[in-house]
Nanobody, 118 residues
Framework: QGQLVESGGGLVQPGGSLRLSCTAS????????MNWYRQAPGKERELVAT????????KYAESVKGRFIISKDNAKSTVYLQMNSLKTQETAVYYC???????????WGQGTQVTVSS
């Protein structure tokens, strides 16, 4: 049974940076695409960034392109989300997700709160 543990959330001023981490266990890391989602109060959960662990390819939501960077450390089974130039409207709970490349295995972390406020 796969497990994901996020860390790195917190309070940051507008224009500031944060780095989120998501460490996976109980799954074969390179068989997954790892995703970061976020959900703001009263809004639907949205996909922010994706990294294919095997290929290393990445995708981003248009709203974060050029500001967020998703990366991985295979040796640590960890995915990172570097968030720069944060905006107040990006206050949300950020969730890590693991989606198997070819099977219906899908796992979620517990979420980490990111608050962008002055």
């Amino acid at each position: 049974q796969g497990q994901l543990v996020e860390s790195g959330g917190g309070l940051v001023q507008p224009g500031g940076s944060l780095r989120l981490s998501c460490t996976a266990s109980g799954l074969t890391f390179h068989n997954y695409a790892m995703n970061w989602y976020r959900q703001a109060p009263g809004k639907e959960r949205e996909l922010v960034a994706t990294i294919n662990i095997y290929e290393g390819s990445t995708k981003y939501a248009e709203s974060v392109k050029g500001r967020f960077i998703i990366s991985k450390d295979n040796a640590k089974s960890t995915v990172y989300l570097q968030m720069n130039s944060l905006k107040t409207q990006e206050t949300a709970v950020y969730y890590c997700n693991a989606n198997h490349r070819s099977r219906s295995y899908n796992y979620w972390g517990q979420g980490t709160q990111v608050t962008v406020s002055s």
